[in-house]
T-cell receptor, first 112, second 114 residues
């Protein structure tokens, strides 16, 4: 079945450091890929998405490129801020549609 | 900006009691979902709902669970006889399309079963 694997957390960075959170997926066909963010005490917010191979999703300085050849959708940001501290979830919707399948989440902590 | 709302934000109940979690999806959305997140674990799909019937459900969604859209705006999740292991954050989500459109999540209801 479809699945998503994320790098283990927590990830601790200093402010203005470069961020990469790895995400790989297993799916048949061409799933849609998403990054959701969960700030402390809050619900899930869509951060960015990509719906076909080589698409790049971007939002708030975060980027991720849909790589079909490596089945990856790594999240990157050039310069993190303390306010980026949150849990980040990679997720997919299979080509049959319907439910989101989430990775286990990666906690990011950014220190001033 | 339209948003998904959920009530209550926190529900405490005793084991064996029935609970109803309520959600108001975004008004022009047609696809509705419930997910749950046990503390420290990944977000898990429970059920999807379209055209007044369940489209898909996970193995977690057993006979103790049910969903309903009682009117044009609310979408509810009922747990008939709660167990300790039902303690989790429950998220409602809605979507304009099941395939390529994103799902918008509510803030969640934290259910604590004692």
């Amino acid at each position: 079945g479809n699945s998503v694997t994320q790098m283990e957390g927590p990830v601790t960075l200093s402010e203005e450091a470069f961020l990469t959170i790895n995400c790989t997926y297993t799916a048949t066909g061409y799933p849609s890929l998403f990054w959701y963010v969960q700030y402390p005490g809050e619900g899930l917010q869509l951060l960015l998405k990509a719906t076909k191979a080589d698409d790049k999703g971007s939002n708030k300085g975060f980027e991720a490129t849909y790589r079909k050849e490596t089945t990856s959708f790594h999240l990157e940001k050039g310069s993190v801020q303390v306010s980026d501290s949150a849990v980040y979830f990679c997720a997919l919707i299979g080509n049959q549609g319907g439910k989101l399948i989430f990775g286990q989440g990666t906690e990011l902590s950014v220190k001033p | 900006e339209p948003e998904v709302t959920q009530t209550p934000s926190h529900q405490v109940t005793q084991m064996g009691q029935e609970v109803i979690l309520r959600c108001v999806p975004i008004s022009n959305h047609l696809y509705f979902y419930w997910y749950r997140q046990i503390l420290g674990q990944k977000v898990e799909f429970l059920v999807s709902f379209y055209n007044n019937e369940i489209s898909e459900k996970s193995e977690i969604f057993d006979d103790q669970f049910s969903v309903e859209r009682p009117d044009g705006s609310n979408f509810t999740l009922k747990i008939r006889s709660t167990k300790l292991e039902d303690s989790a954050m429950y998220f409602c989500a809605s979507s304009g399309s099941p395939v390529t459109y994103e799902q918008y999540f509510g803030p969640g209801t934290r259910l604590t079963v004692t």
